[in-house]
């Protein structure tokens, strides 16, 4: 997701927390940055994913590692 969508390597760690639920003030924690550097990389973020909020983000991402795992396990196949 990272490469096709030109995210950043920090922009891939906010999506994943984001992805997981995890709040602003978590993703500084977790990031050791302020919450307004959070603030930076979730809007680059959805610019780059090309999505309004926080929340499609979260989708946009669980969806691409639902979808990606299907293919590598072959369940995508299966699918018809």
Do not use: D, F, H, I
Request: glycine content about 12%.
């Amino acid at each position: 997701l990272c490469v096709e969508r030109g995210l950043t390597a920090r922009e891939g760690e906010v999506a994943t927390l984001v992805a997981l639920g995890v709040s602003r003030a978590g993703l500084a924690a977790s990031l050791g940055v302020s919450e307004n550097s959070v603030k930076v990389y979730v809007r680059g973020l959805l610019r780059n994913l090309g999505v309004p909020s926080v929340e499609a983000a979260g989708r946009l991402v669980l969806e691409e590692v639902v979808r990606t795992r299907a293919q590598r396990t072959g369940l995508a196949a299966r699918r018809t």
